[in-house]
């Protein structure tokens, strides 16, 4: 399956890497209007789930109080996804992991896409508010006002190469 992973980005002349030599996960950056995102897919062919990960561009300051502030919109999003979730690395990155679950052979380019998609769109929905918490544009009250009145589903496609 993971054959057809790299079928798919090389059908759309995406740079990626593959990275190590044992690994099947999958590094490519994707540029929207919004943001530059550092992004990983992979397949585990143990439970066939299709992973994707992707980066916020923001490194959230260190401090206990800060870390909090987003941890708690993370959790208010994650409260609203279905399949992924948000949540803060040791280095204080923010991502975004999204799966599904393949079954089998049946990985088709529109699932890969879809779930990129999803992926990129949601990144792109969530950016202005989590850049408003860190930067103390607003409280932790009006990022969680903000986020109930901007998730939904993302609608916008991917480019065609």
């Known amino acids: ?25 999958i590094s490519f950056g994707f540029k929207t209007d919004k943001a530059n995102y550092n992004c ?18 923001i490194v959230v300051p260190k401090g206990k109080a800060k870390r909090d502030q987003i941890l708690a919109l993370c959790n208010h999003y994650n409260a609203n996804l279905i399949l992924g979730n948000f949540d803060i690395t040791k280095g204080n990155e923010i991502r975004c ?39 103390e544009k607003i409280d932790v009250k009006g990022a969680i006002e903000r986020a109930d009145s901007l998730f939904t589903a993302p609608t916008k496609s991917l480019p065609e190469a």
């Open 1 to 25: 399956m993971f054959d057809k992973l790299l079928y798919f980005f090389d059908q759309r002349q995406w740079v990626y890497n593959i990275l190590g030599s044992n690994l099947q996960i």
């Open 40 to 57: 990983y897919a992979t397949i585990n062919p143990s439970n066939d789930i299709l992973t994707i990960i992707i980066y916020h561009p």
């Open 97 to 135: 992991r999204t799966s599904t679950i393949i079954g089998g052979d049946k990985l088709e380019e529109s699932v890969i896409s879809e779930i990129i998609n999803w992926s990129i769109n949601l990144m792109d929905d969530t950016l202005d508010t989590f850049n408003n918490l860190i930067y």
